[in-house]
C-alpha cells in the first residue's frame, strides 16, 4: 500500500511540473426532437484518454490540457456516433446544444440476439462468441457477429472462454466451462444495450480480461433511455414469436431511477425438428442517488429458459433424413415431446455502491447467484436402445457386417427408418408395464450458488496518467446429480449400471422413484480471488499501458454417493486442487496523424484449467488429473487504424500460443487395448493461432455505405499431447489395471491437424442504402472456407495399431495406410447472402421503428462442423468400417439453418 501511495503522488508531481493550462470542452446532449435530454452518454476527445459521461440534464464538461485539434466522439445506446472536430486555441469552447439521431439500426442487435441464441451447439460444443461483439461498431467484428456468425465462425479461432463478460462489473464466465451462460440474461434486449467493449488485448476500465475481448453490460437506469418500449417479434429460428416490454423512469425524481422489463419468447419447434423454445424474463432495478458523486444500486434479473434440444447427425442419417431432422423427439399423444430438455434457471441479485468524480470512480458491490441447469436424457436398462439413429437400425449397419453385405436387410433398415423415424413413446411406455422401468427419463442437474464481491476503481493521475484497478472474489457451490424425471409408466427404477452390474449409490436404496436422486450425486466447491492493476500513460502521438493480474483459484469434490466401482475414492471430500496465477499485458500507440494511428499489444499469462478439465470422473470419484497444471497464453496482436471522411477501416495482424492444457472426453471405444467406456484425458496439449483481419467502410455518398471484411487463419493444434484412459464399467478396484485405474497411452500424434474452430477463413462484401426518411436496407455476400471436422486423439496413438485380439500390431497398418484412414476432412466451403433492412418513424415524440432480415437467402446446404466418432479405436475396426464408404461410425455434423427470417416492430414513447 505504501508503495502505491509513493508512486501516485510521483505520478501526480510529475504532472505538476509539466503541467499546461487547462481548457474546458463543455455543451449539452438532446435527442432530434429536442424534447428529451441524453444522460450518461459516453463523450471522448478520441486518441486520449480524457472523456466523461453526460448527468442527469445531458450537460457535460471535459477537461483538455493543451491547444490543438481534436476530435469529439459522443456514444450513447440506441443512438448514432457523432464526431465533431473541435479546435481548441486561446479559451474554452461551448459547442451549446448538440443533438443526437436516433439510430434506425438499433434492432439489428435483437436479429444478433436470435442469431446467438441458435448457435448453442448441444453436447459439450462451444458457444459463438459473437454476442461478445454487441457493443462496438468496429466494421469486422460487427460482420462476424451479425454475417459470420450463423456459420459458427469464432474471431481469431478463439473459445468464448477467452473473452470476459460482465454485468455491472460482476464478472459471468462460468468455472466449470470459463464461458459466459447467455441465457442467464436472455430476452432482456433492451436493458443489455448500454455496454463498454475493448477489443482483444486493449485495455479495459474493469477487468484485465482475455485476449478475445471484454465486454461490461452496464444496467443501471440512469443509464438508459427513459420511456417505455414494447416490442414485439416473429422468426423461424429458435422462437417463433416474443413479446418484450420495458419502462425506465426518467432521473429527475429526487435522485430515485428505476428499470422494469419482462419479456416472453416461445416455439413448439424451431428451425430444428422438434426443438420447443419456453422461455421468460424478467428484469428490476433500483438507482437512487445519494449525493451528486454516490448512489446505490440494487438490480435482480430472472431468466428461466427451456429448450429443446437437438443433434449432430452422420451423412448417412442426412440423406434419409434432411438437415433439420433431430432424432431426440417423437409424438405422444399427437404432442411434441423431446426426450433432451435443457431448462436453466439462475436468478441474479446485484448490490452495487458507485463513488463517480471528475478524477476518480470506484464500483463496489455483492453479487449472489443461484439456480439450476438441467438436462434431460432418455435412459435404459436391459432394453433396445430407444435412439432411432442407433447404429444397428441404420443401413450401414447391414452393409458393413463382418459376415458380408446384406444388401436386404439394409433395404428394411432403410424402410424402417423412414416409416418410423422418432422416438416411439407408446413402445417406451408398453416396455415399462410390468412395474420394473426398463426405460426412464432423467435429469442432470447442477444446482448452483455463487457468492461474488467485486469492487474497481478508476483514477485520473493528471493530464497523461490513469490507473485502474480491481479485485473479485468469488465463491461457488455446486450440486450435481441425476434426478428421475419421469419413469414413463413404471414403479421404479434399479439403480445399477447396466454395463457392469454394480451399484450407484451402494448405502442407498436400490430401488428409486420419481424425484429420487440416483447414479451419481457430489458437490464441487470452487473458490477463486483475483485482482489486477494497470496504469495507462499519454503524451503527444503516444501512449501506452501496462497491466497485470494475479489469482488464487481453488477447487475440491465432496462424493455424496459410494459408488460399488470405485469404493475408496467415491464418497467424501477429495484433497483441495490449488492453481496461482498470475499475468501481464500491455500496448503501445503511436497516433500518425488525427487519422492514422498503430496499436501494438502484447499479453503473457497463466490460468486455471477450468474445472470439467480437473476431475477425470466427478459423478463417480475425487481422481484428478495427475499433476494438472495451469495453462499458459501467450498473445500478441498489430493493428493499422485509419478514419478518412468516407474512409474507415482496421488492418491486423494476430498470434496466439496455448500452452499446457487440460482436455478431457467421454466416450464408448473399441481400442487396441480394449473396449470399454472411458475417460479420455489429454495434458500437455499446446494450440497454436495465427492470422489477419480486415475490416473496411466506404461511403461515396451520405446514403449509401460499402463494407468488405475478410478474415485468414490458421489454427492448429501445436503439440503431440500426453493421452491416457480412464476405465469406467471395470473400474473395480480388483480389475484397475494400476493403482489410478488408468492406461498410458503415449502420445497422440495431432501436431499440425486443424482445429475444429469453424471456418479458418471468411470474406464478406456489403452495400447499404439509408435514407432522409428514415428507412434502409442492406445486403451482405459470404464466403466461409478452411473448416475442418474435429479428430478423435486416441486413433493417433499407438494403441490404434493393435489388433485387441493378438496385442500385436496389424500387419496392413503401414505407415500409409494409416495416413490415409486418418486424414482430416474438410467441410466444404459454401456461399451465404443476407438481407436486413427497416423504417422509423418519429411522431409526436413517439419511436415506431420496424426491422426485417432474411438469412441464407438461397437456401444453401452447409455443414457448420462436426466430429469424429472414436468407437472405432483400431486400425482393424476403422479400415472395415470404411470399406463400403457408407461407414456406421462416421463422423458427425451440425448443419447451419436454411432460409430463415427474423421481423420485430417496436414502439417506443
Do not use: C
Not at 429526487?254 to 422489463?261: R, W
Not at 433500483?286 to 431468466?303: D, V
Not at 432423467?442 to 479485485?471: C, H, M, P, S, W
Not at 492493476?533 to 494475479?550: C, D, M
Amino acid at each position: 500500500m505504501r508503495l502505491l501511495t509513493i508512486i501516485v503522488s510521483m505520478l501526480l508531481w510529475y504532472e505538476t511540473v509539466l503541467g499546461q493550462e487547462a481548457y474546458r470542452v463543455q455543451g449539452s446532449l438532446k435527442t432530434r426532437s429536442s424534447d428529451r435530454v441524453v444522460a450518461q452518454a459516453r463523450i471522448t476527445l478520441e486518441n486520449t484518454m480524457i472523456s466523461t459521461v453526460s448527468d442527469h440534464e445531458g450537460n457535460f464538461t471535459l477537461t483538455v490540457g493543451g491547444k490543438g485539434e481534436y476530435v469529439l466522439l459522443i456514444e450513447a445506446p440506441d443512438y448514432l456516433d457523432k464526431r465533431l472536430p473541435v479546435h481548441i486555441g486561446e479559451g474554452s469552447v461551448d459547442l451549446g446544444v448538440l443533438v443526437l439521431e436516433p439510430d434506425i439500426q438499433t434492432e439489428q442487435a435483437d436479429n444478433l440476439i436470435t442469431l446467438t441464441d441458435s448457435e448453442v451447439v448441444d453436447d459439450g460444443a462451444d458457444t459463438n462468441p459473437s454476442g461478445l461483439l454487441q457493443a462496438t461498431r468496429d466494421v469486422f467484428l460487427n460482420r462476424a457477429a451479425f454475417d459470420f456468425g450463423q456459420a459458427f465462425f469464432r474471431v481469431r479461432g478463439y473459445d468464448s472462454r477467452n473473452g470476459r463478460v460482465s454485468i455491472n462489473g460482476f464478472p459471468m464466465n462460468k468455472f466449470i466451462d470459463g464461458r459466459p451462460q447467455w441465457n442467464n440474461w436472455g430476452g432482456l434486449n433492451d436493458i443489455t444495450r448500454n455496454q463498454q467493449f475493448s477489443n482483444g488485448l486493449a485495455a479495459s476500465d474493469f477487468t484485465f480480461g482475455g485476449i478475445l475481448g471484454n465486454t461490461n453490460i452496464d444496467t443501471r437506469p440512469s443509464g438508459l433511455r427513459p420511456g417505455t418500449r414494447l416490442s414485439a417479434s416473429v422468426s423461424n429460428r429458435t422462437y417463433s414469436g416474443r413479446l418484450m416490454a420495458t419502462h425506465n423512469s426518467s432521473t429527475e425524481n429526487k435522485g430515485l431511477a428505476y428499470t422494469l422489463s419482462a419479456s416472453r419468447r416461445w416455439a413448439e419447434q424451431g428451425y430444428i425438428e422438434g426443438t420447443l423454445y419456453d422461455a421468460y424474463s424478467l428484469y428490476g432495478a433500483i438507482e437512487y442517488g445519494l449525493s451528486e458523486r454516490h448512489s446505490l444500486n440494487l438490480t435482480g434479473i430472472f431468466a428461466s429458459n427451456r429448450r429443446g434440444r437437438s443433434s449432430a447427425i452422420t451423412e448417412e442419417v442426412f440423406e434419409l433424413a434432411g438437415k433439420r431432422y433431430n432424432p431426440y423427439w417423437g409424438h405422444q399423444d399427437g404432442d411434441i415431446r423431446n426426450a433432451r430438455e435443457r431448462l436453466i434457471e439462475e436468478p441474479i441479485f446485484m448490490f452495487n455502491h458507485r463513488f463517480e468524480s471528475p478524477k476518480f470512480s470506484l464500483n463496489t458491490g455483492l453479487a449472489y447467484q443461484f439456480g439450476i441447469h438441467a438436462k434431460s436424457r432418455l435412459g435404459y436398462y436391459n432394453a433396445p436402445n430407444p435412439d432411432p439413429t442407433y447404429y444397428r437400425y441404420l443401413p450401414s449397419y447391414y452393409i458393413n457386417s463382418p459376415i458380408g453385405a446384406n444388401f436386404r436387410s439394409a433395404n428394411l433398415a432403410k424402410e424402417g427408418f423412414l416409416a418410423a423415424p422418432q422416438i416411439d413413446w407408446a413402445k417406451v411406455y408398453t416396455a415399462n408395464g410390468n412395474g420394473e422401468a426398463a426405460y426412464l427419463l432423467y435429469d442432470d442437474t447442477v444446482d448452483d450458488e455463487q457468492l461474488t464481491l467485486n469492487t474497481i476503481g478508476n483514477a485520473n493521475l493528471g493530464k497523461r496518467f490513469q490507473f485502474d484497478f480491481g479485485l473479485t472474489y468469488r465463491k461457488l457451490t455446486s450440486h450435481n446429480y441425476a434426478k428421475i424425471n419421469d419413469l414413463l409408466g413404471a414403479e421404479s427404477y434399479v439403480d445399477i449400471d447396466p454395463f457392469s452390474y454394480t451399484l450407484n449409490d451402494v448405502d442407498g436404496a436400490l430401488h428409486k422413484g420419481e424425484t429420487q436422486v440416483f447414479n451419481y450425486n457430489y458437490v464441487i466447491r470452487a473458490s477463486q480471488l483475483e485482482g489486477f492493476g494497470q496504469i495507462r500513460y499519454s503524451s503527444g502521438p503516444w501512449s501506452t499501458f501496462l497491466s497485470a493480474k494475479y489469482s488464487s483459484t481453488q477447487y475440491q469434490r465432496e462424493g455424496l454417493f459410494r459408488n460399488e466401482r470405485f469404493m475408496s475414492n467415491s464418497l467424501g471430500e477429495s484433497a483441495q486442487v490449488g492453481f496461482d496465477d498470475y499475468g501481464f499485458k500491455s500496448g503501445l500507440t503511436y497516433r500518425i496523424s488525427g487519422r492514422h494511428w498503430v496499436d501494438l499489444h502484447g499479453a503473457f499469462l497463466n490460468r486455471p484449467p477450468v474445472l470439467q478439465n480437473v476431475f477425470i470422473n466427478p459423478r463417480e470419484n475425487n481422481a484428478v488429473v495427475p499433476d494438472v497444471e495451469s495453462e499458459t497464453v501467450s498473445s500478441v496482436d498489430l493493428n493499422y487504424n485509419f478514419r478518412l471522411p468516407d474512409f474507415t477501416g482496421r488492418i491486423s495482424g494476430f498470434y496466439s500460443r496455448f500452452q499446457n492444457t487440460t482436455d478431457i472426453n467421454f466416450f464408448f471405444v473399441d481400442a487396441g487395448i480394449g473396449s470399454d467406456f472411458v475417460q479420455e484425458v489429454l495434458t500437455d496439449l499446446d494450440k497454436l493461432h495465427m492470422g489477419m483481419e480486415i475490416g473496411m467502410e466506404y461511403r461515396p455518398s451520405s446514403a449509401v455505405k460499402l463494407s468488405a471484411v475478410a478474415a485468414i487463419g490458421k489454427y492448429l493444434y501445436a503439440s503431440n499431447p500426453s493421452l491416457s484412459i480412464n476405465f469406467d464399467t471395470s473400474g473395480r478396484e480388483e480389475d484397475l489395471i494400476n493403482l489410478e485405474g488408468n492406461v498410458d497411452l503415449g502420445a497422440s500424434q495431432i501436431k499440425d491437424y486443424r482445429l475444429p474452430q469453424g471456418p479458418q477463413q471468411a470474406y464478406a462484401l456489403g452495400i447499404e442504402y439509408r435514407d432522409p426518411n428514415y428507412w434502409w436496407v442492406g445486403a451482405t455476400t459470404n464466403y466461409l472456407a478452411d473448416n475442418h471436422v474435429g479428430i478423435s486423439a486416441i486413433t493417433r496413438t499407438a494403441s490404434f495399431y493393435l489388433d485387441p485380439e493378438t496385442g500385436r500390431p496389424f500387419p496392413e497398418a503401414t505407415t500409409e495406410n494409416a495416413e490415409k484412414l486418418l486424414k482430416q476432412e474438410s467441410l466444404d466451403n459454401f456461399y451465404l447472402l443476407n438481407l436486413v433492412g427497416g423504417k422509423s418513424w418519429l411522431k409526436n415524440g413517439k419511436y415506431i421503428s420496424i426491422f426485417v432480415s432474411i438469412n441464407n437467402l438461397f437456401d444453401a446446404v452447409f455443414r457448420t462442423g462436426g466430429y469424429e466418432q472414436a468407437r472405432n479405436g483400431n486400425f482393424g475396426q476403422l479400415q472395415e468400417d470404411n470399406m463400403s464408404g457408407t461407414p456406421s461410425f462416421a463422423p458427425k455434423y451440425w448443419y447451419g439453418y436454411g432460409r430463415t427470417y427474423f421481423l420485430n416492430l417496436a414502439f417506443s414513447f
